[in-house]
Nanobody, 130 residues
């Protein structure tokens, strides 16, 4: 199991950008599939994006496609979420999560199965003003 710590959240105006970071510790980071999830008040937690251990394959929810980019630096045990063209509806607490996996590709259903992630960060608040 890995320990995860997110950072980078904040308050920005609509149309702005933020980059979230999630630093992992405790195990071989490259053996873990990473996901970014978010939860807005009164809503269920939802997948935003996912990335394989090598970083060679990614998945995006429809709401994130074209605006967000997930990436990772295994040398730094860190996964990132670059968020551009932010909208008020992106306001939420953002969480990174890890699950063991070494395949080169996974389906969206795999990334979105939040119950299968073994480790979660504490969350970072993202607030987009209109």
């Amino acid at each position: 199991q890995v320990q995860l710590v997110e950072s980078g959240g904040g308050l920005v105006q609509a149309g702005g950008s933020l980059r979230l970071s999630c630093v992992a510790s405790g195990r071989t980071f490259s053996s873990y599939v990473m996901g970014w999830f978010r939860q807005a008040p009164g809503k269920e937690r939802e997948l935003v994006a996912g990335i394989t251990g090598s970083g060679g394959s990614t998945f995006y929810a429809a709401s994130a496609k074209g605006r967000f980019t997930i990436s990772r630096d295994n040398a730094k045990d860190t996964v990132y979420l670059q968020m551009n063209s932010l909208k008020p509806e992106d306001t939420a607490v953002y969480y990174c999560a890890a699950r063991f996996g070494v395949n080169p590709y996974y389906s969206g259903a795999y990334y979105g199965d939040s119950g299968k992630y073994n480790s979660w960060g504490q969350g970072t608040q993202v607030t987009i003003s209109s």
